[in-house]
């Protein structure tokens, strides 16, 4: 056998058997991988609904209490109450149908449905006569024949419940924002009681008609279960589901995908294998052809060159290649040459390695000072984080001890006293938030919804948060924002974050009597935002650093004032994954000005 015929045995036996365990490894283990990817997928669909539903229904009761504590409520003008919450029903449209207010007796004082009677043995109404917001049962609706809860909220006037405020809520719109979730062509998303009854699908037909409380999934959720599982579903396929328990309303969301479907990746993985196996095998025989003829001929030239050598008749041998062989020859042929060349290289690499060790020299000294200058903020950091934190627990430990200390204290102190331990509880769980949203920020794990947004609401949410706080600085906080202001792609909760971050910066460094102004306007394809104080202002070598995380403009002043050096930072991440920057502009004793610009939707 000659070398030729041998090289190319050779390159079968080092290529096809290594390829075959590496073929056959890597489907194993991609097989795997796409069944742990599909499952975390499901698991994501199953949060991401889990997360649309508290949401939603966050808002409803942050809705409810608002209006219960409302003092137009509070001070029982039926006229003007009456005024309020048909106001408030037509600004939700379609998601409240009836709010009415009931005194302590059960009789319906109020109703924007004009209805009356008595509902004292409705639970709704015990559960919020002692005092506590509560949530019923999805039922049928009286009203409309449409699925619905009830969720009731004592009013209270100087610290005594005087009735109770109830609102119909209708689901449809909770159900329109869980069906835009996207779980795959057979994938499908449905949510029961705790007794097994369907409260949300896709055909509403089957809504609080169905009980399938024989499917695995729902067997499992109604125990209060978590988890993920392949099994028989209650249409008889087989699925891979996702089942979470949601225990603040006792409802348990399903998520479910067609077994064919949820692996349709891994025989497209197989079949993809064996493809590329098999022109992996032609191409190596192909390849050890040739291979091997470019190092056979060239070992053949040698010998000749080797033979004529011997016999006297030696003549430089013809460079064929510039691989290992041709560069033999070359030495053969060349040596003196070669040393000089090798001699002038090594120089050459000398030079080169002593210019490399100067620079990565300088490049540690630079890396030494920025050293010290992390040492600084590490210090910095542990400063202002021993500050945020112990502040607020030597407050709530003054509070507990008063507490503890007096017997009989007077309970309007009391009072007082457990308000400032909320507060300052509050103010830690802020600080803490405020930190892992900005680590979330910085690894990019902040989770985005890009969606159709009205800027305008989203400006006067953010207002309706500040309002209490303006007003007890007599600062002038006013809108400029126009009624047909396009709408825009952005994430509604970020940029409410936004909003509260940049007010509340304004709100402390602006003194009593100032005004801030929250302004937008139209632009070619986005809108800009701006939000312009008559505050202390900023001076010019500091406005490249306020974005950093935990830069005070001033660290006393803002130990006085508080904050924690994040609001901004957090602000900027926010714009930055909108696709936007936030800039400001300022002058010492003449206030600031942040923008920034918006997306318009379908641009």
């Known amino acids: 056998m000659n070398i030729r015929s041998e090289q190319i ?62 003092r137009i409520i509070a001070f029982e003008d039926k006229e003007q109450s009456r005024e309020y919450l048909n106001t408030f029903e037509r600004e939700h449209q379609g998601v409240y149908s009836e709010f009415f207010i009931l005194d302590m007796g059960g009789d319906i004082t109020l109703s924007t449905l004009n209805r009356t009677g008595n509902a004292g043995k409705e639970r709704y109404f015990t559960e919020a006569a002692r005092g506590k917001l509560y949530v019923s049962d999805v039922s049928v609706s009286e009203i409309n024949g449409s699925p619905e809860i009830i969720i009731a909220n004592p009013i209270t006037k100087n610290g005594t419940v005087i009735g109770i405020l109830a609102a119909r809520v209708s689901l449809e719109n909770l159900y329109r924002i869980i069906e835009k979730i996207d779980i795959g062509r057979s994938g499908e998303v449905f949510i029961v009681n705790k007794d097994g009854n369907i409260i949300f699908h896709k055909n509403r037909s089957k809504i609080l008609v169905d009980n399938i409380n024989n499917n695995f999934a729902v067997g499992e959720v109604t125990y209060e279960k978590n988890g993920i599982n392949e099994y028989i579903n ?113 120089e050459d690499k000398i030079e080169i390695a002593n210019k490399d060790l100067e620079e990565k020299n300088k490049k540690l000294i630079t890396a030494n000072e920025e ?52 507060r300052n509880i509050d103010r830690q769980t802020r600080f803490i938030n405020e930190i892992l949203d900005l680590s979330k920020i910085e690894a990019g794990k902040m989770e985005f919804r890009l969606e159709h947004a009205d800027f305008g609401e989203i400006a006067n949410m953010a207002y309706e948060n500040i309002r209490q706080l303006a007003l007890k600085k007599n600062i002038i906080v006013s809108l400029d924002i126009p009624e047909k202001l396009s709408p825009v792609l952005a994430d509604r909760e970020k940029l409410i974050i936004v909003l ?104």
């Open 9 to 70: 045995l050779f390159f079968l036996i080092i290529s096809v058997i290594p390829l075959s365990i590496v073929v056959y490894i890597s489907y194993d283990y991609s097989k795997d991988a796409i069944r742990d990817s599909v499952m975390a997928n499901l698991l994501g669909a199953t949060e991401n609904t889990g997360n649309a539903i508290d949401n939603w229904m966050a808002a409803r009761e942050d809705d409810i209490r608002v209006i219960s504590q409302s």
């Open 234 to 346: 209650y249409k008889g396929e087989k699925v891979l589901g996702s089942y979470y328990w949601l225990p603040l309303y006792r409802w348990g969301l399903i998520v479910e995908k067609n077994i064919d479907e949820a692996y349709a990746g891994a025989l497209t993985l197989g079949q993809l294998m064996v493809g590329i196996s098999s022109l992996a095998i032609i191409s190596v025989i192909f390849l050890a052809i040739v291979i091997s003829r470019r190092l056979t001929d060239p070992i053949k030239s040698l010998e000749e060159g080797a033979v004529g050598l011997v016999k006297g008749d030696f003549k430089p041998i013809k460079v064929s290649s510039s691989n290992e062989i041709g560069r033999l020859t070359e030495i053969f042929n060349k040596t003196s040459a070669e040393l000089l060349d090798i001699r002038k290289k090594l």
């Open 371 to 422: 050293l010290k200058q992390l040492d600084k903020l590490k210090s910095d950091f542990i400063s202002l984080v021993s500050h945020e934190l112990k502040t607020p627990l030597s407050s709530i430990r003054l509070s507990a001890e008063c507490l503890e200390s007096e017997e009989n204290i007077d309970p309007a102190v009391q009072k007082e006293l457990l308000k400032t331990m909320i």
């Open 500 to 603: 509260n971050n940049l007010f509340e910066n304004a709100l402390k460094f602006t003194s009593d009597g100032g005004s801030i102004l929250l302004s937008a306007k139209d632009d070619v394809d986005s809108i800009e935002v701006k939000m312009r104080d008559t505050g202390v202002g900023i001076e010019k070598e500091k406005l490249g650093k306020i974005f950093e995380k935990f830069y005070q403009v001033d660290s006393a002043s803002s130990r006085k004032i508080g904050g924690c050096g994040l609001g901004l930072s957090i602000s900027s991440g926010i714009i930055r994954a909108h696709g936007s920057e936030i800039h400001v502009e300022s002058e010492p004793e003449k206030g600031s000005v942040f923008s920034f610009r918006l997306k318009k939707v379908g641009l």
